[in-house]
């Protein structure tokens, strides 16, 4: 089964960037951010596919990007112009199947989080 390990996580202010880690050790087709904040449920943050296909929350575009180095069997989140409604633990995820949206579907592989707070 893959392993997913999430890192980069932080305190940050408003206006400020991350860069968000997950190393894997399996190469799955679709690999996504998403991301849940105290008393919300988990959402889409973003998504790529294999084939270089990628869909972002509304909330992110523009600011958000979702990267992957296959050499380094890492996928990234480079987060800039953090607001205090990004904060939440961000959870890397993947399967080996087409992402269509940003749903957290049921065969998602989920790491352990890490935890990204934006103050004002």
């Known amino acids: 089964q893959v392993q997913l390990v999430e890192s980069g996580g932080g305190s940050v202010q408003a206006g400020g960037s991350l860069r968000l880690s997950c190393g894997y050790t399996q190469r799955l087709f679709c690999m996504g951010w998403f991301r849940q904040a105290p008393g919300k449920e988990r959402e889409g943050v973003a998504i790529?596919?294999?084939?270089?296909?990628?869909r972002y929350a509304d909330s992110v575009k523009g600011r958000f990007t979702i990267s992957k180095d296959n050499a380094k069997n890492t996928l990234y989140l480079q987060m800039t112009n953090l607001n205090p409604e990004d904060t939440g633990m961000y959870y890397c995820?993947?399967?080996?199947?087409?992402?269509?949206?940003?749903?957290?579907?049921?065969?998602?592989?989920w790491g352990q989080g890490t935890q990204v707070t934006v103050s004002s």
């Open positions: 995820a993947a399967r080996d199947l087409y992402c269509v949206t940003l749903d957290l579907y049921r065969n998602y592989n």
């Open positions: 790529l596919n294999g084939d270089g296909n990628t």
